[in-house]
């Protein structure tokens, strides 16, 4: 069955400090991966996605940068933090036997002070 | 920008009584999903219409989709407390590969 882990759970970090987030996944193989952000109260941006190892298009400029060094490993970085980073980050890959639709992680809760 | 913009924006009803969300959006679509956040948690999938479909159900979710008016409604037939969440349509844009658009929720709280 497939699976997506995401770690931290939670992360508090200073302004100017780096990032990486991870998100592996389970019982897919090449699945196509993406990073949201959603805003507190807010809906879904997407920010990158990845169709294959090395492979990433940026959906918006901005602070953050994405690689993918594995398969089924998703990475989100930062080299410098700012404020409007915080946010709630989640991690999805589509599902099987629809890959219409979505299958999420349980997301990060990035706070930025 | 949100191509998905859902209303109303915060929905309060009583259990057991049925509750409306809708959604509209701009461009073509190959289809529209509709998912479910608990509080702090991930996306869920609930539903999903094609771009020729006018209504489909699903237990006690109904969804309709009229693309001449580009908007879709999510209809949760006798509502439980345990239905309390946030509710996201997402469209998938015809020529939009697999990415997927998401509106701005609707926040349902179903009371005892």
């Known amino acids: 069955s497939q699976t997506i882990h995401q770690w931290p759970a939670t992360l508090v970090q200073p302004v100017g400090s780096p990032l990486s987030l991870e998100c592996t996944v389970e019982g897919t193989s090449n699945p196509n991966l993406y990073w949201y952000r959603q805003a507190a109260g807010r809906g879904l941006q997407l920010l990158f996605y990845?169709?294959?190892?090395?492979?990433i298009s940026s959906e918006v400029p901005q602070n953050l940068s994405a690689s993918r060094p594995q398969d089924r490993q998703f990475i989100l970085s930062s080299k410098k933090l700012l404020l409007s980073d915080s946010g709630f980050y989640l991690c999805?890959?589509?599902?099987?036997?629809?890959?219409?639709?979505?299958?999420f992680g349980p997301g990060t809760r990035l706070t930025v002070l | 920008s949100q191509q998905g913009e859902e209303d109303p924006q915060a929905l309060s009803i009583q259990e057991g009584e049925n509750a409306t969300m809708n959604c509209s959006y701009k461009?073509?679509?190959?289809?529209l999903q509709w998912y479910r956040q608990n509080s702090g948690r991930g996306l869920v999938h609930l539903i999903l219409i094609r771009s020729n479909e006018r209504e489909k159900h699903s237990g006690r979710l109904r969804v309709t989709l009229d693309t001449s008016k580009k908007s879709s409604s999510l209809l949760i037939t006798a509502s439980r407390a345990a239905d309390t969440a946030s509710y996201f349509c997402a469209t998938r844009p015809t020529g939009g590969g697999n990415k997927l658009t998401f509106g701005t929720g609707t926040q349902l709280k179903v009371e005892l």
């Open positions: 461009t073509s679509i190959n289809n």
């Open positions: 999805a890959f589509p599902r099987e036997g629809n890959a219409d639709t979505q299958y």
């Open positions: 990845s169709v294959g190892i090395g492979q």
